[in-house]
């Protein structure tokens, strides 16, 4: 575990849209484990949907890779069987990645690339994750690398998908933002941390609702859309081709 997030403890001060800068890098792990509820349920859904739909041969992709839960997780699932390919364009991340993950780097398991995911190429893969990322993009990036998974996966190959969604409702959609901000205050954060960090991914990290992520999928050509989990405005899927 990294350093306990304290980034916006004084407040936003410099007035920046947050980043994923070194500074984000050594508190992330902290910063997700108290804003992300259900965040390690996701990673276990990750490793047992791995073990159920890897198909011998093919290739498996972590797309905005951060410090390498989700990359943990199909390392745990696939005990050697195939190399994951983690992507991330955070130097630091991917940095911070390449010592962490040494071992299965060395042993060929392993591949950390810096790439800007909306343009990395995605070929012969039977698993593909997208944890809380798609969220960070424009709306037709988010297309654009939805299709660009969908041509890549094999046929019977999946994408794990997890973000965070808003409610075609806004009194719902408020209602569970003040749930989330409870949760989060739970964590030991205060109410100035909870604000100036919604103020610095204001327009960085724009969600959308389930439907428009369910649409979208059936659109490319997914097949079949299951929910794997849901926790207040924190949704996985997955989408098979």
């Known amino acids: 575990m990294g350093k306990q997030d304290k980034i916006f403890e004084e407040g936003n ?5 947050f980043s994923f800068n070194q500074e984000v890098t050594e508190v992330f792990e902290d910063m997700i484990d108290r804003s992300v509820p259900g965040y390690n349920t996701t990673l276990r859904i990750i490793q047992q949907q791995t073990k159920n739909h890897y198909i011998d041969g093919s290739n498996i992709y972590d797309l905005g890779c951060s410090l390498g839960a989700s990359t943990s997780s199909l390392l745990n699932a696939l005990n050697g069987r195939s190399k994951v390919i983690a992507i991330d364009n955070s ?3 991917v940095r911070a990645c390449t010592e962490r993950f040494s071992k299965y780097i060395k042993t060929g398991q392993a591949n950390f690339l810096k790439e800007d995911i909306s343009y990395s190429e995605i070929l012969n893969a039977s698993i593909v994750v ?11 990036e988010r297309e654009e690398l939805m299709q660009k998974i969908y041509r890549g996966l094999v046929p019977g190959g999946i994408l794990i998908l997890s973000e965070k969604v808003h409610f075609d409702s806004k009194k719902r959609t408020e209602e569970i ?15 100035l941390e909870i604000s100036s960090k919604r103020d610095s991914l204001e327009g960085v990290l ?4 389930e439907s428009q992520h369910l649409d979208r999928a059936k659109e490319i050509g997914f097949k079949v859309s299951t929910k794997l989990m849901s926790n207040l ?6 989408f098979q081709k």
Do not use: D
């Open 130 to 140: 997208i944890n809380f990322v798609l969220q960070f993009l424009n709306i037709k």
């Open 233 to 238: 405005n924190f949704l996985t899927y997955k």
């Open 13 to 17: 001060v410099s007035g920046l849209p």
């Open 91 to 93: 130097e630091s991340m």
């Open 177 to 191: 933002s003040n749930i989330h901000h409870s949760f989060k205050a739970a964590n030991g954060y205060s109410k």
């Open 206 to 209: 724009v969600t959308e609702t």
